[in-house]
Nanobody, 126 residues
Framework: HVQLVESGGGSVQPGSSLQLSCAAS????????MGWFRQAPGKEREGVSYIRGSDGSTYYTDSVKGRFTISSDSAKNTVYLQMNNLKPEDPAVYYCAAMIELPVTNLMRPANYDYWGRGAQVTVNS
């Protein structure tokens, strides 16, 4: 039974940091691409970052480059998203997702992902 559980969301001030965690069960990270997505009210779900289980390579959408860092801990079967210098445009529900690592072209397309967590709310209060 595959399960993804996010934690670490919260309400912070601009410029602050948060770390999201995604605890995975029912599969091992090595065979999957793990992605972080976010969805703000009234907006479509957008890809934020991913990490490939096979080689640890990562990707970030332009708006978070240099501020967010994705990482994984295979021993804990957990993926993290360290978010620094949070900005007013970052608030959203952040979702963790998993897809079997296949040769698809767009690893930030939500429809390519097989499993999703319930999300963690991130709020930035100005």
């Amino acid at each position: 039974h595959v399960q993804l559980v996010e934690s670490g969301g919260g309400s912070v001030q601009p410029g602050s940091s948060l770390q999201l965690s995604c605890a995975a069960s029912g599969f091992t990270l090595d065979l999957y691409v793990m992605g972080w997505f976010r969805q703000a009210p009234g907006k479509e779900r957008e890809g934020v970052s991913y990490i490939r289980g096979s080689d640890g390579s990562t990707y970030y959408t332009d708006s978070v480059k240099g501020r967010f860092t994705i990482s994984s801990d295979s021993a804990k079967n957990t993926v993290y998203l360290q978010m620094n210098n949070l900005k007013p445009e970052d608030p959203a529900v952040y979702y963790c997702a998993a897809m079997i690592e296949l040769p698809v072209t767009n690893l930030m397309r939500p429809a390519n992902y097989d499993y999703w967590g319930r999300g963690a709310q991130v709020t930035v209060n100005s």
